[in-house]
């Protein structure tokens, strides 16, 4: 069904360029005109019109509306892509919870279910679960030809090989190791399948739909139950050789002699993260220290990172001290990173992002114009996510997108 979209009428490589340039645009700005066409190609205006005369006729794109540019002539036309040409679906899991979402071709949401009582772990069971919530989710759709949903990507936290389709930590089970984790999903799921990294999605999420789409050059820094950096440079995901890039969290760090969840010791995760606020929270109430949660750490209950961060709303003094002094922690260490890469924006994303400035955002900011060169940090904007809790399913549903028509 994709190809067909290259594929419809004559044009070789003139026709591609091109088609691939419409895409480009309706992606990113969800509508085109002749000229931006023109000057994205190189190819005269005619030769673009006749091009997208074809597709107008196969009923490939849609006309949106007629704009006046200028005072005098005729009005421009604002070519589209019919909205449910395509779908796209996109799951992330997560510590606590599970998402799954799909889009349109166009990038809207269409609908976003959450199953909160998800715990993320790395068993068979689990696997099974989310492929059997997958294709519940799917059954559920009403008015969606399953035809039209082209693929689905799935978030996975850790070391992810999208090129590949390959996980080296979560569900990377011994009796299938030789097969990609894609194959086995493409399989189960009945529809092609990409895997990403979470913080990968989230930051092109972010740049495709959020605030950010202006900055072709940034850092998104994903701090949840744990800790990652999202790279756009020139406006693409920068991955690294093997598409690991971005594991800022186990950057060894600290002398503090704690065990990460990697295997090493010191990683900037047991320092920065949510589940270093956890470990300190509960050593402190079980060292005598009190909070709206003690109740919760002396029963021995699950503690949440929405229990966390709801404490912080409720003025809770501990959390607030703890949350605060990850935000500065966290705040030297982008220092570091923009004396780096130079960004043009940072954002910050996961479950901290959505705590009150004051308690969080205001001490990186601060942290930052301590440690970063001043030249480089000035007019950096640091900011949190527009897109929210929705950063990372609406990410994955983009980044599926993205990979069927090889912008990824």
């Known amino acids: 069904m994709v190809n067909d979209f290259y594929l419809s009428g004559k044009g070789g490589t003139v026709g591609a360029a091109i088609r691939d340039s419409i895409l480009g645009r309706v992606m990113k700005h969800g509508s085109f005109i002749i000229s931006d066409i023109s000057e994205d190609t190189g190819y005269s205006q005619t030769t673009v019109s006749k091009y997208v005369a074809e597709l107008l006729k196969d009923g490939r794109i849609t006309e949106i509306e007629r704009i006046s540019l200028h005072t005098k002539g005729r009005r421009t036309v604002r070519y589209g892509i019919a909205p449910d040409t395509y779908y796209f679906a996109g799951v992330d899991m997560r510590s606590f919870e599970l998402s799954i979402g799909i889009i349109d071709f166009t990038g809207k949401p269409v609908r976003i ?166 470990r300190k929270l509960v050593e402190r109430i079980r060292h005598g220290e009190t909070s709206i949660l003690s109740a919760k750490v002396r029963d021995g209950e699950e503690i949440t990172p929405e229990d966390i961060t709801g404490a912080v709303e409720k003025e809770d003094a501990l959390c607030i001290e703890l949350v605060s002094q990850t935000g500065s922690m966290l705040g030297e260490f982008i220092a570091g990173l923009i004396n780096i890469f130079n960004p043009e924006a940072i954002v910050i994303g996961g479950n901290l992002a959505s705590v009150e400035a004051c308690y969080f955002l205001q001490p990186i900011k601060t942290a930052i114009r301590k440690y970063a060169l001043r030249l480089m940090c000035q007019n950096v904007p640091v900011t949190t996510s527009s897109t929210g809790s929705e950063a990372a399913v609406l990410g994955a549903c983009l980044i599926a997108r993205g990979k069927c028509f090889g912008k990824l």
């Open 113 to 278: 279910w959450r199953d909160r009582s998800f715990r993320l772990r790395n068993t068979h069971d689990i696997l099974d679960r989310v492929c059997e919530q997958i294709c519940g989710f799917i059954d559920t759709l009403e008015g969606i030809d399953r035809k039209r949903i082209v693929a689905i990507n799935i978030n996975i936290p850790g070391r992810i090989n999208s090129n590949t389709g390959t996980s080296a930590t979560t569900f990377n089970f011994e009796e299938t190791s030789d097969v990609p984790l894609t194959d086995i999903l493409s399989e189960r799921l009945g529809m092609r399948v990409f895997i990403e990294n979470d913080t990968k999605a989230m930051a092109y999420g972010e740049y495709m739909s959020g605030a950010s789409r202006k900055y072709s050059n940034m850092l998104y820094v994903n701090i949840g139950w744990g800790l990652g950096l999202g790279i756009i440079i020139d406006g693409r995901l920068y991955y690294g050789k093997d598409g690991y890039s971005g594991e800022i969290g186990h950057v060894h760090s600290y002398d503090n002699n704690i065990l990460c969840h990697c295997g090493k010791k010191g990683c900037v995760e047991t320092e920065i993260s949510m589940r270093a606020i956890h």
